[in-house]
């Protein structure tokens, strides 16, 4: 089947849309993709309804604010969709399925529930394609974590034989993400099943980095890693960054992205606020060590993070072992979330699992999203 896939993920940077054939199973062709920023007014819109979203105890899809939030992802999906289409001459009666994530904006399996949102109907009707939404919240009615879901995506790619793709050199492997925040993927060997895969969440990724540059200076990166290279870890606020009760909670977890914040680093110069709040993503990385049976032969890093200079300088020092761009494998590590969610949409009609016990901690292995079709 050939999918677009879908992601807006906690960084909230925009939208990555991309083309995956695949049989559910295995890939076989990665086609076009594209990226579409979100503008500032977006992002204001989203922090506000996190802001509310983060207030409630149960989900309100009509809070103003999150109403709004919604109208505004929605608007830009079908437009990510609908250019992705048109600027790669793709013939939309030849997509079979979208997979659509929508946006975070609160994240609560301890209290049994994960909040995306956006229009999958919407979507299906302005794009004429059949949508796939809604995938976390089976998982986290079954007791699993919601997150992280991108682990059988990356087992199926290091197994992959598609064109320009190519197999790790030596196993074990860690996939490592580094979005907002930072989630490891463990894959034993090349023929290991899905069911041996451990994966969670091991801490911050770019989220504090991101808040603190905003905080300080107003721009929503900290561009090269350009501030972290001057500055200089302050021991004390990375102990007490390091103190949070989430580390000591056994694997399969996750986190919402607002988990941690920044009073550690308060009153440190920017260059050393970014600096230390650098460390504390990397030493959390570190730090997930403890949960693997062995250590990684080789790190492939995804995400935002990989492009940030100075968390893959510290990575390849602390971990002391190959850490390396997903586009060592021949992986288009801007498009591998997009891809992730086309994917997840082909498993999802073919009642597949999304998650394992060893990658949400939920109690089998589950299937879940929901199908919204074109109104005929």
Request: net charge negative.
């Amino acid at each position: 089947m050939r999918a677009i896939g879908l992601m807006s993920g906690t960084s909230m940077d925009g939208v990555d849309a991309a083309v995956v054939e695949t049989n559910g199973e295995t890939i076989s062709a990665l086609g076009p993709s594209r990226y579409t920023p979100f503008d500032d007014a977006t992002r204001a819109l989203l922090r506000d309804a996190v802001k509310v979203a983060r207030a409630l105890e149960t989900p309100n899809p009509d809070a103003p604010a999150v109403k709004q939030a919604g109208r505004a992802i929605t608007e830009l999906h079908i437009e990510a969709v609908s250019r992705l289409v048109a600027d790669n001459a793709l013939d939309s009666a030849g997509i079979d399925i979208v997979g659509f994530h929508g946006q975070t904006i609160n994240h609560r399996p301890d209290l049994g529930w994960t909040w995306q949102i956006g229009d999958a109907a919407a979507l299906a009707k302005a794009t004429g394609i059949d949508v796939v939404a809604d995938f976390r919240s089976q998982d986290v009615a079954e007791g699993g974590q919601g997150a992280p879901f991108a682990p059988l995506y990356h087992w199926a790619l290091s197994r992959s034989h598609a064109p320009g793709l190519a197999r790790p050199e030596a196993w074990p492997i860690a996939v490592l993400n580094i979005g907002g925040v930072s989630n490891p993927t463990f894959i034993p060997s090349e023929t290991c099943p899905a069911e041996d895969l451990i994966a969670f969440d091991s801490g911050p990724g770019n989220a504090l980095i991101d808040d603190w540059m905003l905080r300080r200076i107003g721009k929503s990166m900290d561009e090269h890693g350009a501030h972290a290279r001057r500055g200089k870890i302050n021991a004390k606020a990375l102990e007490s960054l390091l103190g949070h009760s989430y580390f000591d909670r056994p694997v399969p977890k996750s986190l919402d992205r607002h988990e941690f914040g920044l009073d550690p680093v308060d009153g440190l110069s920017l260059e050393d606020g970014a600096a230390t709040l650098v460390a504390f993503t990397v030493e959390s990385i570190a730090k997930g060590l403890d949960h693997l049976p062995s250590a990684p032969k080789a790190w492939y890093v995804t995400g935002g993070g990989r492009h940030n200079p100075a968390i893959m300088a510290a990575l390849k020092e602390r971990l002391g072992t190959p850490v390396v761009p997903v586009e060592a494998l021949g992986w288009r590590g801007d498009d591998l979330e997009g891809q992730l969610f086309g994917y997840l949409a082909v498993r999802s009609l073919k009642g597949l699992p999304l998650s394992m016990p060893g990658t949400t901690g939920v109690r089998e292995p589950m299937t879940g999203g929901r199908l919204f079709k074109v109104p005929r």
